[in-house]
């Protein structure tokens, strides 16, 4: 049996929003993925945290307040300190285009917009988790 | 160093490491805790099972704070249902326990069932091992939201936590066979709600049924988890169980029972590999399908032949 890709689908910071995150979360359910989902404004400390403790393949962080140039290479930065930067960190929400080149160079792996169709992260995971 | 080291020293990177091995059955994690085993037994185990939706996970995160408060440090195994078409999962118990992610002294860790149907997932069992060699006090393990007959958790776990809620029934629920009998605390919580009064009355009269109580009377503890209503004297239920359990001697005999437990299962998942595999490159009974169908062979003789030629 091919080891499952385990997923933490996140909601940094204040916004409420988390219906994207839902539809996503659901998504990688049906794409066979396990999903762990920290529910509603998580801090950049506590996302690092649960990654680690669920030792998953994959950070997913859903964003819509904005903040998206802060947290997300916080997360990044936090794994890295801890020991844990082998996970692919993958970013969605309302992200304009302009602020995704800065968001690589921090070293998240993709960014996904308003629009994509929930195959694409599900291809984007398998293609490059390690497995 | 080596993980099992790292695990033995609390490293929470190793432990989450090893807990995936042992969860994708990888040859590492059986050498690992072959190596750990010496350290296991350490822990006190606590199961936590009850309906979907009964507050198990609100319930547990409040427990597991209470524990902090008198110093003692806390492992959290939380099964969720996988599913049966797609093997994929969302595991949702994490978000009751948000606060306690940075708490050094807690893991929590979330697993899908991968097709187990007990209530627990294959690998619970490992994970309880590794949070247990790591140093962790207490363990938790909350199971998937049960109906009536998931009782895996009772040979799993020293001390079992029946959650109920108000409104899912009458006390005929209440005296049937399965999850109610595996109690040795029955929690009713949602103790605000219309009904509770009514659960505890029918979970009392469901114990003084019982014919064969031991020594422990199992309390019955009205909780609302939400504001931290009846933890503290949960907690001082919880580990009175845990005085009966050790100075009664029926510690050891649950313990005992759980080893012969995973002893058998350990071997019948040998001899399973072994059949199975025997079959599949030899194409076993194939040629035989025919005649069984038309009556000139019955499955019990291939059976006997089966076993005689693979087992014996």
Same mark, same amino acid.
């Given at each position: 049996?091919?080891?499952?890709?385990?997923?933490?689908?996140?909601?940094?910071?204040?916004?409420?929003?988390?219906?994207?995150?839902?539809?996503?979360?659901?998504?990688?359910?049906?794409?066979?993925?396990?999903?762990?989902?920290?529910?509603?404004?998580?801090?950049?400390?506590?996302?690092?945290?649960?990654?680690?403790?669920?030792?998953?393949?994959?950070?997913?962080?859903?964003?819509?307040?904005?903040?998206?140039?802060?947290?997300?290479?916080?997360?990044?930065?936090?794994?890295?300190?801890?020991?844990?930067?082998?996970?692919?960190?993958?970013?969605?929400?309302?992200?304009?285009?302009? @602020?995704?080149? &800065?968001?690589?160079?921090?070293?998240?792996?993709?960014?996904?917009?308003?629009?994509?169709?929930?195959?694409?992260?599900?291809?984007?995971?398998? !293609? /490059?988790?390690?497995? | 160093?080596? =993980?099992?080291?790292?695990?033995?020293?609390?490293?929470?990177? &190793?432990?989450?490491?090893?807990? %995936?091995?042992?969860?994708?059955?990888?040859?590492?994690? %059986?050498?690992? =805790?072959?190596?750990?085993?010496?350290?296991?037994?350490?822990?006190?185990?606590?199961?936590?099972?009850?309906?979907?939706?009964?507050?198990?996970? !609100?319930? !547990?995160?409040?427990?597991?704070?209470?524990?902090?408060?008198?110093?003692?440090?806390?492992?959290?195994?939380?099964?969720?249902?996988?599913?049966?078409?797609?093997?994929?999962?969302?595991?949702?118990?994490?978000?009751?326990?948000?606060?306690?992610?940075?708490?050094?002294?807690?893991?929590?860790?979330?697993?899908?069932?991968?097709?187990?149907?007990?209530?627990?997932?294959?690998?619970?069992?490992?994970?309880?091992?590794? #949070?247990?060699?790591?140093?962790?006090?207490?363990?938790?393990?909350?199971?998937?939201?049960?109906?009536?007959?998931?009782?895996?958790?009772?040979?799993?776990?020293?001390?079992?936590?029946?959650?109920?809620?108000?409104?899912?029934?009458?006390?005929?629920?209440?005296?049937?066979?399965?999850?109610?009998?595996?109690?040795? #605390?029955?929690?009713?919580?949602?103790?605000?709600?219309?009904?509770? +009064? $009514?659960?505890?009355?029918?979970?009392?009269?469901?114990?003084?049924?019982?014919?064969?109580?031991?020594?422990?009377?199992?309390?019955?503890?009205? %909780?609302?988890?939400?504001?931290?209503?009846?933890?503290?004297?949960?907690?001082? $239920?919880?580990?009175? /169980?845990?005085?009966?359990?050790?100075?009664?001697?029926?510690?050891?005999?649950?313990?005992?029972?759980?080893?012969?437990?995973?002893? =058998?299962?350990?071997?019948?998942?040998?001899?399973?590999?072994?059949?199975?595999?025997?079959?599949?490159?030899?194409?076993?009974?194939?040629? +035989?399908?025919?005649?069984?169908?038309?009556?000139?062979?019955?499955?019990?003789?291939?059976?006997?032949?089966?076993? @005689?030629?693979?087992?014996?």
């Amino acid at each position: 049996m091919a080891d499952k890709i385990r997923v933490l689908v996140a909601k940094p910071g204040l916004d409420g929003h988390d219906r994207g995150a839902k539809v996503i979360a659901r998504a990688f359910r049906d794409a066979g993925f396990e999903v762990i989902y920290t529910g509603l404004r998580q801090t950049p400390e506590q996302i690092v945290a649960a990654a680690i403790q669920e030792d998953v393949d994959v950070v997913a962080m859903s964003l819509l307040s904005g903040a998206h140039g802060t947290l997300m290479p916080k997360v990044v930065k936090l794994l890295k300190e801890k020991g844990a930067d082998d996970k692919l960190v993958i970013g969605g929400g309302v992200i304009p285009d302009d @602020d995704i080149p &800065a968001l690589k160079e921090a070293g998240v792996a993709e960014v996904f917009t308003p629009g994509t169709p929930t195959s694409v992260p599900i291809e984007f995971i398998k !293609t /490059h988790v390690k497995k | 160093m080596d =993980l099992v080291q790292q695990v033995r020293e609390g490293n929470k990177v &190793a432990i989450a490491r090893l807990i %995936t091995k042992a969860e994708n059955e990888a040859p590492e994690a %059986t050498a690992a =805790l072959r190596e750990l085993y010496p350290d296991t037994g350490r822990a006190y185990l606590i199961g936590i099972t009850g309906p979907p939706g009964s507050g198990k996970s !609100t319930l !547990t995160d409040k427990l597991v704070k209470e524990i902090r408060k008198r110093g003692k440090t806390v492992g959290v195994i939380a099964v969720d249902p996988s599913s049966p078409f797609t093997g994929g999962a969302i595991l949702g118990d994490r978000i009751r326990m948000s606060d306690l992610s940075l708490d050094d002294g807690v893991f929590i860790r979330s697993m899908g069932t991968r097709g187990s149907l007990g209530g627990l997932s294959k690998a619970t069992h490992d994970a309880i091992k590794i #949070l247990d060699a790591a140093g962790f006090d207490y363990v938790f393990i909350e199971t998937v939201g049960v109906g009536q007959s998931e009782v895996d958790i009772v040979k799993t776990a020293d001390t079992t936590v029946v959650v109920s809620v108000p409104g899912l029934g009458d006390d005929i629920q209440a005296i049937k066979a399965g999850i109610m009998e595996i109690g040795d #605390l029955f929690v009713v919580n949602k103790a605000d709600k219309d009904g509770a +009064e $009514k659960v505890v009355i029918e979970l009392g009269q469901m114990l003084e049924l019982n014919q064969n109580m031991g020594d422990w009377y199992p309390p019955i503890v009205k %909780t609302i988890a939400s504001t931290n209503e009846g933890i503290v004297g949960l907690v001082d $239920k919880i580990n009175e /169980h845990l005085n009966y359990l050790a100075n009664s001697g029926e510690l050891i005999k649950r313990r005992k029972e759980r080893i012969s437990n995973e002893i =058998l299962n350990l071997i019948l998942k040998r001899v399973t590999t072994k059949i199975t595999g025997k079959l599949s490159e030899e194409n076993f009974w194939e040629n +035989e399908l025919d005649e069984i169908l038309n009556k000139l062979k019955n499955p019990y003789d291939v059976t006997d032949r089966v076993v @005689d030629e693979v087992l014996l």
